[in-house]
T-cell receptor
Framework: DAGVIQSPRHEVTEMGQEVTLRCKPISGHNSLFWYRQTMMRGLELLIYFNNNVPIDDSGMPEDRFSAKMPNASFSTLKIQPSEPRDSAVYFC????????????FGPGTRLTVL | QKEVEQNSGPLSVPEGAIASLNCTYSDRVSQSFFWYRQYSGKSPELIMSIYSNGDKEDGRFTAQLNKASQYVSLLIRDSQPSDSATYLCAVNWGGKLIFGQGTELSVKP
C-alpha cells in the first residue's frame, strides 16, 4: 500500500487566495483526520471523519476553513481566504477500526501564505 | 480544556544511555495513550501504545502508564544517534488524539 497520500507537498500562495489541500487515505481505512502543526501550537486536530461523515470539527479555527470527504478515498481541506497565520504543515491521517488503533500519517503539506 | 503536557527539551543523552521522556495529561477518563516519533521534516510515526497501568516493552522501548497520577512515560534503552527526533505523547479522548508539544531528544555519539 502506498500509505496516506497528500498533495501538494508544498504550497506557496498570497494572502487572500483560496488554498485546497488533498488527501487520499489508506484503502479500507474508515476514519480520516486533518491536523495542523506549527512551532507555537504543536500538532492540532482540525476535523475528523468516520465513514465519510464529519464527526468533530471543533478544531477548525475559523469559518475560512472547510473540509469535505465526498467518498472513502478522498478528502479536501480548503482555506478561503488564506492568511499569513495559516502558514503551517497540514497532515492528514487515517485509521482502520477504532480510535485505539494506529493512526497513519501522510507526508504533510507545507503551506506558506505570504 | 483537556491538556497533554511534555517537557519541550531539548533532552540530550550520550549514546548507549537511557533516555526518559515524560508526559502528563489532565483528564482521568482517558483510556489509551500513544507515543509517536517525528524526525525533522517528516510525519509522526507510532512507536508505542499503552492502555493499562504498568509497563509495556517493545525492543529498546518501554512505555509506562500510571493512571492515578495521570502520567505516561517512554524509556529508550541503549539510545542511538538514530533515535534523535521529537517524541510526541498523545492521549485518546472520545475518539480523537490530543498531542503534547513534543520533547526533542538528541543522542550524542
Amino acid at each position: 500500500d502506498a500509505g496516506v497520500i497528500q498533495s501538494p507537498r508544498h504550497e506557496v500562495t498570497e494572502m487572500g487566495q483560496e488554498v485546497t489541500l488533498r488527501c487520499k487515505p489508506i484503502s479500507g481505512h474508515n476514519s480520516l483526520f486533518w491536523y495542523r502543526q506549527t512551532m507555537m501550537r504543536g500538532l492540532e486536530l482540525l476535523i475528523y471523519f468516520n465513514n465519510n461523515v464529519p464527526i468533530d470539527d471543533s478544531g477548525m479555527p475559523e469559518d475560512r476553513f472547510s473540509a469535505k470527504m465526498p467518498n472513502a478515498s478522498f478528502s479536501t481541506l480548503k482555506i478561503q481566504p488564506s492568511e499569513p497565520r495559516d502558514s503551517a504543515v497540514y497532515f492528514c491521517a487515517s485509521i482502520l477500526g477504532g480510535p485505539n488503533n494506529e493512526q497513519f500519517f501522510g507526508p504533510g503539506t507545507r503551506l506558506t501564505v505570504l | 480544556q483537556k491538556e497533554v503536557e511534555q517537557n519541550s527539551g531539548p533532552l540530550s543523552v550520550p549514546e548507549g544511555a537511557i533516555a526518559s521522556l515524560n508526559c502528563t495529561y489532565s483528564d482521568r477518563v482517558s483510556q489509551s495513550f500513544f507515543w509517536y516519533r517525528q524526525y525533522s521534516g517528516k510525519s509522526p510515526e507510532l512507536i508505542m501504545s499503552i492502555y493499562s497501568n504498568g509497563d509495556k516493552e517493545d525492543g529498546r522501548f518501554t512505555a509506562q502508564l500510571n493512571k492515578a497520577s495521570q502520567y505516561v512515560s517512554l524509556l529508550i534503552r541503549d539510545s542511538q544517534p538514530s533515535d534523535s527526533a521529537t517524541y510526541l505523547c498523545a492521549v485518546n479522548w472520545g475518539g480523537k488524539l490530543i498531542f503534547g508539544q513534543g520533547t526533542e531528544l538528541s543522542v550524542k555519539p
